[in-house]
């Protein structure tokens, strides 16, 4: 339906413009239909996709939850008293995931952290530590999880700002790809 000779519309008249109105929507009106119909497909298609990840997802914190209850996975503070490698003792804590019994991956330290971290204190002292070697050291001379005022482990929800405070025997240790 387009017309031959493009209308100039200064000098069209108000009949003319509304007949070139009709045209343009008639001409549109096919085009909204296959748009409708391919946005519906679309949606579907990303629903099918969040319906697969979201299982994925469950099923991954199952075999966390599982693994947990079978005590196959160590607790921070057992990584911290123990004197064989749970983890690799040279293991940085950016190298390892870390786990609520609940099978939810937590990260170490604030939300808005670079790499994880643990913060440990002698009483007089605070250090961030960012290694399994680190913790067991300063744990063999005494240090405690997280600071004077704040006692235990901070952590956080990863892709969120919140954040919590957890003893070290709640903080379940995995490694990435093996858990």
């Given at each position: ?71 196959q996975m160590p ?28 099978g939810t991956e ?23 530590v960012k290694t ?48």
């Open positions: 339906m387009a017309m031959a000779e493009p209308l100039n519309l200064g000098q069209a008249s108000d009949d003319e413009l509304a007949r070139r109105v009709r045209e343009i929507m008639a001409e549109m009106t096919p085009l909204e239909e296959s748009l409708g119909r391919l946005r519906a497909q679309i949606q579907q298609v990303v629903s099918e996709q969040k319906k697969r990840e979201r299982s994925l997802h469950l099923k991954a914190r199952m075999q966390v939850r599982t693994t947990v209850a079978q005590g607790t921070l503070q057992q990584v911290a008293e123990s004197s064989n490698d749970l983890v690799p003792p040279e293991a940085s804590l950016a190298s390892l995931r870390f786990f609520r019994d609940s937590i990260g170490l330290g604030y939300a808005t952290g670079r790499e994880p971290t643990v913060w440990m204190t002698n009483g007089s002292s605070t250090a961030a399994v070697a680190e913790i067991r050291s300063r744990f063999l001379e005494g240090w405690d999880f997280g600071t004077a005022a704040h006692p235990g482990v901070r952590i956080h929800i990863p892709n969120s700002r919140t954040e919590k405070i957890l003893q070290p025997s709640e903080v379940f240790v995995g490694l990435k790809g093996g858990d």
